[in-house]
């Protein structure tokens, strides 16, 4: 994962949604905000057209899909692969905006990717609350760009979060996100540790595996077969780099970290586990990296 300066709010936002956000204001102070829809009678004449329930949180975001798009060079934000262009991509609420799910401690609820597919099978979180953080369905910095697989097979509804989870959330509660941002927030090479096969695992440090890993490797299937397979021959490349860095000339040297830098550039698929590789193999900082290259 890599992190991104966060896009600006577009001008039309807040006209475009605020009425959609005095309507979900409304049905929570009326305590609708979690009723079900009533299901259509089946007595309804044949003639007459059905009708759908209104919705109740209208998509209004999807008019800025290519604000986040921009902001994230196409990329989803949890796998790094393009979001948009193998995909249509999807305006993600990181904090759910409904129901709320959870995963438990039994891996075998995680669920596994199915064999030469994308679904998931075997999945099974817990309902934890029939409504989800409501007041930022509509609120600018809730909104992510997410590939359709980390997004609805993975993700879904889940949050974890550090505090433990007794009622269901609310604008006053004071909590801590345990998954990575990909605007603020913890930076992801700081808890996330990339192998020379594509693996992923929670960086172990001197206090312990670190949860913001952990949580959000299992959460979004970022060790998923077909996610270690793309990254594979990337990340393979990177650790022999770094490894031949160390009996390298200086104008073998400089050849490699400039190969490195290519990789590693915030517009390349997969650039935010190429840093993570380098800045914890080699030590030093990527903005030390372009410094050193650029003279």
């Known amino acids: 994962m890599q992190q991104f300066p966060p896009p600006g709010k577009p001008a039309t936002f807040d006209a475009l949604v605020a009425k959609h956000r005095a309507a979900v204001q409304r049905l929570f102070d009326s305590g609708k905000l979690a009723a079900k829809p009533k299901a259509a009678s089946r007595k309804r004449p044949p003639s007459k057209p059905k009708t759908k329930p209104p919705e109740t949180f209208p998509p209004a975001w999807s008019s800025f899909k290519a604000d986040l798009s921009q902001a994230q060079y196409r990329k989803c934000a949890f796998c790094e692969g393009f979001a948009v262009g193998q995909g249509f991509g999807d305006?993600?609420?990181?904090?759910?905006?409904?129901?709320?799910?959870?995963?438990?401690?039994?891996?075998?609820?995680?669920g596994v990717e199915r064999a030469n597919l994308a679904n998931v099978t075997g999945r099974t979180p817990t309902v934890v609350s029939p409504t989800g953080y409501w007041w930022l369905a509509y609120d600018w910095d809730n909104y992510i760009l997410a590939c359709t697989i980390c997004n609805q097979q993975w993700k879904r509804a889940i949050?974890?979060?550090?505090?433990?989870?007794?009622?269901?959330?609310?604008?006053?509660?004071?909590?801590?996100?345990?998954?990575?941002?990909?605007?603020?927030?913890?930076?992801?090479?700081?808890?996330?540790?990339?192998?020379?096969?594509?693996?992923?695992?929670a960086k172990n440090g001197g206090a312990g595996i670190s949860p913001y890993g952990r949580e959000t490797i299992r959460t979004l299937g970022l060790d998923r077969p077909s996610l270690r397979e793309q990254r594979?021959?990337?990340a393979s490349k990177i650790h022999k780099k770094l490894d031949a860095l160390t009996d390298a000339t200086i104008a073998r040297r400089l050849e490699l970290l400039g190969d490195i830098s290519l990789d590693g550039g915030i517009d390349q698929i997969?650039?935010?586990?190429?840093?993570?590789?380098?800045?914890q193999r080699s030590g030093i900082t990527w903005q030390?990296?372009?410094?050193?290259?650029?003279r």
């Open 91 to 110: 305006v993600e609420h990181f904090a759910p905006k409904a129901e709320l799910e959870a995963l438990g401690d039994d891996e075998t609820t995680w």
């Open 159 to 201: 949050f974890p979060i550090k505090e433990a989870r007794t009622k269901p959330p609310a604008q006053a509660d004071a909590e801590t996100a345990y998954l990575l941002h990909p605007f603020r927030g913890e930076a992801p090479k700081d808890h996330l540790e990339f192998g020379p096969l594509g693996e992923v695992k």
């Open 232 to 234: 594979r021959s990337i």
């Open 270 to 279: 997969f650039c935010g586990m190429v840093r993570a590789i380098f800045e």
């Open 288 to 294: 030390q990296l372009e410094t050193e290259l650029a």
